[in-house]
């Protein structure tokens, strides 16, 4: 079946500007994860979202960043006004379980 | 919070060579995972073991459970080049209201051919 999709792969924007991230679960799993990963790091935990509700956000970095789920499906993850630092690699992964979970291949978000 | 050590870093190895890599806790994990990473990929799902002690192959793998639940260990044998990546471990405790894999900082292998 179709696995975790995420778009758009690659992303460039000017600093300043908002960007939005989509990821597309596997249909049926009911936990969603955002990561981020810097270069040659390892995975940054962001946020986790049951169903539509986000029970820790705590990941988050500052306010700039945003985080909704519609539909117990699709997800977006808002970042406004970016800075360069938030030039990294932003995973997604759905989980029917919290336990096994199945990763995007990722946007890849640089700021200049 | 809990955290994983995961050693070595990295391993440059030749072509045909067998590969080892563990992971370790101050803490208990009641599951253990392993995901390997393409470069310009996402992590995959290789092997999840979920009694300590279990022992699971998955071709030219095989992860253990080890037996203090502290840690785990992945072996690949006869290592081929598409191998290359990033092999991340990930530790998860179940019961109450928890959601997160505890994950360690990864071992990048390279295979020489």
């Known amino acids: 079946g179709a696995g975790v999709s995420q778009s758009p792969s690659n992303k460039v924007t000017e600093k300043g500007k908002d960007v939005e991230l989509r990821c597309d679960p596997i249909?049926?799993?009911?936990?969603l994860y955002w990561y981020r990963q810097s270069l040659g790091q390892g995975l940054e935990f962001l946020i986790y979202?049951?169903?539509?509700?986000?029970?820790?956000k705590s990941g988050l970095p500052s306010d700039r960043f945003s985080a909704e789920r519609t539909g117990g499906s699709v997800s977006t993850l808002t970042i406004q006004r970016t800075q360069q630092e938030d030039s990294a690699v932003y995973l997604c992964?759905?989980?029917?379980?919290?336990?096994?979970?199945?990763f995007g291949p990722g946007t890849r978000l640089t700021v200049t | 919070g809990q955290q994983l050590n995961q050693s070595p870093q990295s391993m440059f190895i030749q072509e045909g060579e067998d590969v080892s890599m563990n992971c370790t806790s101050s803490?208990?994990?009641?599951?253990w995972l392993w995901y390997k990473q393409d470069p310009g990929e996402g992590p995959v799902l290789l092997i999840a073991?979920?009694?300590?002690?279990e022992l699971t192959s998955n071709g030219r793998l095989t992860a253990q459970f080890g037996i203090t639940r502290k840690d785990s260990f992945l072996n690949i044998s006869a290592s081929i080049p598409s191998d290359v990546g990033i092999y991340f471990c990930?530790?998860?405790?179940?019961?109450?209201?928890?959601?997160?894999?505890?994950f360690g900082k990864g071992t990048l292998l390279t295979v020489n051919p």
């Open positions: 992964a759905s989980s029917p379980d919290r336990i096994e979970q199945y």
């Open positions: 249909s049926g799993h009911t936990a």
């Open positions: 979202f049951q169903g539509n509700s986000a029970p820790d």
């Open positions: 803490s208990i994990f009641n599951t």
């Open positions: 073991l979920y009694k300590a002690g």
């Open positions: 990930a530790g998860y405790n179940s019961g109450g209201s928890n959601y997160k894999l505890t």
